[in-house]
């Protein structure tokens, strides 16, 4: 047992397993499953369906922090990318009164999944090229991102009405839901492109020891850059998923929060806010706790306000266990 | 001659952190008015000792008396309320303010109550040019700390160490980074406050600074005390002796020399590199086979050719060619794939991914080198830290243990392995023997001349021109950031010296 | 002595041509009031900026800043509801948004927590009890608060200032003092500048951390109460993105984001830049206000980078 908890996923499965136990405790049904209009339903899928777009945006932000990075800015990204696509997609209908798309759906996407991929880059240049604290390169785009969304959509809100755009967030694929899908493609890809090619070991290279890495040869400039633009594709990739979900794209409000909710699913998995060694499977989880404890609260019977506390004390919690020193303080107090 | 009056005692100090005994039953001694050196190798203690004294770590056992009074310093502050201060390596000032407010920091004089009663910066800056006029010291008051060269930066440090009536000053390696004239101004102002009656403990590596200024000597092995002797009762080789606990002679074996016979054709030539403020314009060769040799007093520009070299800093001017072809050397990882190795000075901040294993850590340069094109498997890693691990002799509790476990000495003996394992054309070595022992020492120059009989062209830079002398077939002699020379195999070190000497005069 | 001046220069001199710029191309520009009014819209922003000086300065950051805000109304509007005195109510919360800095203060100092995370949880805390308190605004009707909202000190030729304002001008020069007269400040700039050194030369470290954002906890409740005379309502959506704000006119005053240089004074002219944008844009009648955002994150770039350009010279030179 005590090498099982020693093992670095422990805690976090541990914490996902206690609040789905408190969610069945207090919700009987909590983990019915059934199956409905050719697709699997319950709590459960829920979840994992709104759990989604924070899955994507985690597992980018996760290889921004392993390099010593940061990104606040993909609550920005995510709304720009929704806009870019709401509008090339456009509110029309056409002559038979069906919603039609102003542009190819094929299109549409892949410009709000270039935006987004360029803002990422941006910010990467920033930090690589210019030399800037990522938080610092990053609160730009989050300070500018917002503004320069409201002016795609003339501060409107864009309401879409085509069929096709709505399966990216809303839709099912042999039973389970279409975003989930994209979560773990996503995440599979990763995980490959991490283990079978050199990208996870200079990754962790730079983010343990960055002149290190530098003198060993390792192309550390282009690959942060790599890193930050994929950050940013993810954030576009969420984006598409969430206002596909709400069948719009509100500039204010798209991913209001999210950079907070990525870093602490990101913390909550394991990954370690100083950079270096990271964990794609212990992000995945702690989406998943973020996403659990939202439900569980409702299910408990507190105000969804509770939401933020809990989260607040949670994040507390992981840094101070992830913290050296308060650490040898437990142990000390413990003899 | 009298002996002077005690200013500290400290007796049978011993200290232990978890998994070593850093000091056991130490006794040191400072007398008023006298420069007490303090000696060891890498590991001996002095460290602790100093911060024993200092109050950044109370001793587990022992006691410090000053000026006959019991004391127990309980942190920086309160040694220097003591009496106690310290000027360590890196000068600690505070870059972005005022030399008079480094000096004064902590002990602001104060306008009265009726005037605010904030602090009162006419009399600070007073204080701190009075007190610099005082010990010899011409500097600009105003001037911001982090804008004076670092020598001018250790005599601020030192102005303000003795600021606030010091009995005891302690010096901690003043002279690193310092030439022949910063040296000897910092000497100037050390006399200076002898005269004065201040206690002050110098530690250096320096044997002949040591003999210079220094009054008596207390020597530390592996964290006991060995013994305190006048300066005049013991000399150099038996400092030395004392320092290692063993009989030097002959243990420094030769290093087999097996050059090859005429001269091989350049690997890497460099011609008019130079960097403003860190290298004037320079041409080096690089033959394969070849151990090049770079020795200079600190501060002449070693290092600086080395990174210059190795594309770690950006060259103002100059080309460098590989195997007689203009070659694109930008950053280091150009160098890498032209088959460069770099193993730079200080490892711990550039050489080891202390996270990562040890089997991670030697393939990184050969993997970065393949870049992403080619993978390099675990598997593949494995076979190839273990082959190196077994042939360098690594200590290791196996090749998957962070790198950072390891002792400093199978630490650079991994980075070596690291550049190994690419085979490389060229090898630049910054200090690859410091912090080691002397046996492992001598392991690892055996090391380094078999990788250039294999024909890989090595630089070598070393601080102990005795080193340099001994292992290389040509010797660069840098001075003042600018080549002064070259002399061939066996010139020995008065040649290296007198071309240092001649340069300066 | 000239080379630390020289971003406050640049700030002033950046303020001075905006200003130039709108009374050039707009009519009644120009006037004592609308130069107040830029004080007055920016009176909680101004006190927070101050707040955050000393913490930038220190080589921190604090994201919590907004949210202690919307607490703070969301808490005066409730009590002052529930019967408390005005005067009571304004010492709670300051003494609640000091607490509450101070505990962030230790967690960052104690157990050497990087500040952006510890700030960021507590941004969470503060708006979630703010939330707690209260989802919905919650209007603020008490007497003394209201007189002391709507009290307008004449300056004479036609201008006049706010509570509010004033407080701010105090806030700037308390923090002025604070920052050049007092130990507290020096070892501020001590730690931005080297913290090692400063631990090594004896400075009081460790309380001069807890103690700036004590500051800015204190400063984030100060402003709360300012923002409510100005709003006349406790709302929890109050003061989003604030901190943002913040930190972009501690920037644009020209403060290092990596601490040991700046001013206080150069603060105030942020925030006075950050004023005169939303005001030239108005005045413009033709852009809209999300320009605001773009503006600023651009300002906020440019000085990022020129501060760069700045370490990567001092550090050629040096």
Redo the contacts between chains.
């Keep these: 047992m005590k090498r099982l908890a020693r093992h670095p996923l422990f805690w976090p499965l541990g914490a996902l397993a206690l609040l789905l136990a408190l969610n069945a405790a207090f919700n009987p049904g909590f983990l019915a499953l059934g199956w409905r209009d050719g697709h699997l339903y319950g709590h459960l899928v829920d979840i994992l369906n709104r759990a989604a777009p924070l899955m994507v945006v985690s597992l980018g932000m996760t290889l921004v922090i392993a390099v010593r990075g940061l990104d606040i800015s993909v609550g920005a990204v995510v709304a720009i990318a929704a806009t870019v696509a709401a509008l090339l997609i456009g509110g029309a209908f056409n002559a038979g009164g069906e919603a039609a798309s102003e542009h190819p759906l094929w299109l549409a996407l892949g410009a709000a999944l270039l935006v987004a991929a360029g803002c990422g880059l941006w910010n990467g240049l920033l930090v690589v090229k210019a030399g800037m604290q990522p938080i610092v390169a990053t609160l730009v785009l989050m300070v500018a991102g917002r503004g320069i969304a409201q002016l795609l959509t003339g501060g409107q809100i864009i309401t879409v009405y085509y069929p096709p755009f709505f399966t990216i967030g809303g839709g099912f694929l042999a039973g389970l839901p279409v975003a989930l899908w994209i979560a773990a493609a996503l995440w599979g890809g990763l995980h490959f492109a991490l283990s079978r090619t050199a990208l996870g070991l200079f990754i962790r290279a730079i983010g343990g020891n960055p002149e290190a890495a530098r003198v060993a040869g390792v192309r550390s400039g282009a690959i942060t850059l790599c890193v930050y633009t994929f950050c940013g594709l993810a954030a576009g990739i969420a984006g598409l998923i969430v206002s596909s979900n709400v069948r719009s794209a509100d500039a204010n409000n798209a991913g209001q929060l999210l950079e907070l909710d990525a870093i602490l699913a990101v913390t909550l998995g394991g990954t370690a806010l100083t950079g270096g060694r990271f964990t794609l499977a212990g992000t995945v989880i702690g989406a998943l706790i973020i996403q659990t404890l939202t439900s569980t609260i409702y299910s408990i019977g507190l105000p969804p306000e509770v939401n933020l506390v809990v989260k607040a004390v949670l994040v507390f919690a992981v840094m101070l266990l992830q913290s050296a020193d308060f650490r040898a303080l437990f142990m000390a107090a413990q003899r | 001659m009298s002996d002077a009056p005690i200013v500290l005692q400290a007796r049978d100090i011993s200290r232990a952190f978890p998994g070593v005994q850093a000091l056991a039953d130490v006794q040191l001694t400072l007398r008023a008015g006298e420069v007490h050196a303090l000696m060891g190798q890498n590991g001996a203690g002095k460290s602790t000792l100093i911060r024993i004294l200092t109050g950044v770590h109370a001793p587990d056992a022992g006691s410090i008396e000053l000026l006959g009074q019991s004391v127990a310093p309980r942190s920086p502050l309160h040694a220097q309320e003591l009496g106690i201060s310290a000027v360590h390596q890196e000068s600690h000032l505070l870059p972005n303010l005022s030399v008079a407010e480094n000096i004064c920091a902590g002990r602001y004089p104060r306008l009265s109550w009726m005037r605010g009663g904030g602090i009162d910066w006419r009399e600070t800056r007073r204080r701190a040019r009075e007190l610099l006029a005082r010990l010899g010291i011409d500097l600009d008051v105003d001037q911001l700390a982090g804008g004076l060269p670092a020598a001018l930066q250790q005599l601020a440090a030192v102005a303000r160490a003795v600021a606030g009536d010091a009995r005891v000053l302690i010096l901690d390696e003043p002279t690193s980074s310092l030439d022949a004239d910063e040296v000897r101004a910092l000497f100037e102002l050390i006399r200076r406050l002898r005269g004065q009656g201040v206690a002050i403990l110098f530690v250096t590596h320096f044997l002949d600074q040591v003999y210079e200024i220094c009054d008596r000597i207390t020597v530390l092995r592996n964290g006991r005390f060995v013994g305190e002797y006048p300066c005049a009762r013991l000399d150099a080789p038996g400092l030395v002796a004392a320092m290692v606990g063993r009989e030097l002679a002959g243990a420094v074996e030769a290093v087999t020399h097996a050059a090859p016979e005429g001269a091989a054709a350049a690997v890497l030539s460099a011609r008019n590199v130079s960097r403003r403020g860190q290298l004037q314009p320079l041409d080096v060769e690089m033959r394969g086979g070849e151990i090049l040799g770079v020795a200079g007093l600190l501060g002449s520009g070693r290092t600086e050719l080395a990174r210059l070299l190795f594309a770690l800093d950006e060259r103002d001017t100059g080309d460098i060619e590989i195997d007689g072809r203009a070659a694109r050397l930008e950053r280091p990882a150009d160098a890498v794939r032209l088959g460069l190795g770099f193993c730079p000075e200080d490892r711990k901040h550039s050489g080891i991914v202390a996270d990562l294993s040890v089997r991670e850590n030697i393939a990184l340069a050969l993997q970065a080198r393949m870049g992403l094109r080619k993978f390099l498997a675990p598997a593949e890693q494995r076979v190839l830290a273990e082959k190196l691990v077994a042939a360098l002799g690594i200590s290791t509790p196996g090749i998957e243990a962070p790198i950072g476990q390891l002792s400093g000495g199978n630490q650079q003996k991994a980075l070596i392995a690291r550049w190994l394992a690419t085979h490389p054309r060229v090898l630049i070595l910054d200090e690859p023997t410091r912090g080691i022992d002397i046996a492992a020492k001598q392991e690892l120059m055996n090391e380094i001349r078999e990788l250039a009989n294999g024909g890989t062209a090595v630089l070598f830079i070393s601080a102990e021109i005795e080193e340099v002398a001994r292992i290389s077939d040509r010797i660069l002699v840098l001075r003042d950031r600018a080549k002064a020379g070259e002399l061939p195999r066996g010139a020995g070190e008065d040649a290296i010296y007198a071309l240092i000497a001649r340069a300066a005069s | 002595?000239n080379?630390?001046l020289l971003p406050l220069a640049v700030t002033i001199l950046l303020f001075i041509g905006m200003a130039t710029f709108g009374s050039v191309r707009y009519d009644g520009f120009l006037s004592l009031q609308v130069f107040l009014n830029l004080l007055i819209d920016n009176s909680f922003l101004c006190v927070a900026a101050v707040g955050m000086t000393f913490v930038i300065l220190s080589g921190g950051?604090d994201l919590s800043v907004g949210a202690v805000m919307a607490f703070t109304t969301t808490l005066c509007a409730a009590l002052l509801r529930a019967g408390w005195n005005p005067y009571a109510t304004m010492a709670v919360a300051l003494v609640l948004g000091a607490g509450f800095g101070a505990a962030q203060g230790y967690?960052i100092q104690?157990?050497?927590?990087?500040p952006?995370?510890?700030t960021?949880?507590?941004?969470?805390?503060a708006?979630?009890?703010s939330?707690?308190i209260s989802?919905e605004s919650v209007p603020i009707d008490d007497a003394t608060w209201v007189a002391i909202a709507q009290a307008r000190i004449p300056l004479g030729f036609g201008g006049s200032l706010t509570v509010g304002a004033l407080l701010a001008i105090a806030t700037v020069l308390a923090a002025m003092?604070l920052a050049?007269?007092?130990?507290f400040g020096?070892t501020v700039?001590?730690i931005?500048?080297?913290e090692?050194?400063?631990?090594?030369?004896?400075?009081?470290v460790n309380r001069a951390r807890t103690g700036v954002y004590l500051l800015s906890g204190f400063t984030a409740a100060l402003a709360g109460i300012v923002m409510s005379f100005y709003m006349l309502s406790g709302y929890s959506l109050h003061a989003v993105?604030l901190e943002?704000d913040a930190?972009?006119a501690v920037?644009i005053g020209g403060t290092l984001?990596?601490g040991?240089?700046g001013y206080v004074a150069g603060t105030l002219f942020g925030v006075l830049i950050l004023g005169i944008i939303q005001t030239l844009i108005a005045f413009d009648g033709t852009l809209?206000s999300?320009?605001?955002?773009?503006v600023?994150?651009?300002l906020?770039?440019l000085f990022?980078?020129l501060q760069?350009l700045f370490e990567?010279r001092?550090r050629?030179l040096?």
């Design positions: 002595m080379r630390r950051i967690l104690r157990f050497r927590l990087a952006f995370i510890v960021l949880a507590g941004m969470f805390l708006r979630g009890c939330y707690l989802t003092r050049h007269a007092t130990e020096r700039y001590a931005g500048g080297d090692n050194s400063a631990r090594l030369m004896g400075l009081a993105g943002l930190i972009a920037v984001l990596a040991g240089v809209s999300w320009w605001t955002r773009i600023v994150g651009v906020l770039l990022c980078l760069r990567k001092s050629r040096a």
